[in-house]
Nanobody
Framework: VQLQASGGGLVQTGGSLRLSCAASGLAYNDYLIGWFRQAPGKEREFVASITWSGPNTAYADSVKGRFTISRDKAKNTVVLQMNNLKPEDTAVYYC????????????WGQGTQVTVSS
């Protein structure tokens, strides 16, 4: 199982970025794919998730209305579209996977840095 995150970068406040998580080796219909982030000195926090078969989505309150998670089954990719970015969105973003019904996110990709300048 491999998860490959990409798409981070530097953007000004109010700008947009699109993160991608390429997934392979999963029994896709049994999995959820999620995005998490970790800012310096803070704990990793949940951002958004999507069920591969659904798609049912969930968002942290802090990103609702600004971020959209979606999946492209043809490309085995989950996309996090981030709009109206704020400096507090600055963090390393990670994608992760877990089986439906599990409480633990067992599979993690490497992080991608998102920096929002004020």
């Amino acid at each position: 199982v491999q998860l490959q995150a990409s798409g981070g970068g530097l953007v000004q406040t109010g700008g947009s970025l699109r993160l991608s998580c390429a997934a392979s080796g999963l029994a896709y219909n049994d999995y959820l794919i999620g995005w998490f982030r970790q800012a310096p000195g803070k704990e990793r926090e949940f951002v958004a998730s999507i069920t591969w078969s659904g798609p049912n989505t969930a968002y942290a309150d802090s990103v609702k209305g600004r971020f959209t998670i979606s999946r492209d089954k043809a490309k085995n990719t989950v996309v996090l579209q981030m709009n109206n970015l704020k400096p507090e969105d600055t963090a390393v973003y990670y994608c992760a996977a877990k089986m439906r019904g599990d409480s633990t996110w067992a599979k993690w990709g490497q992080g991608t840095q998102v920096t929002v300048s004020s």
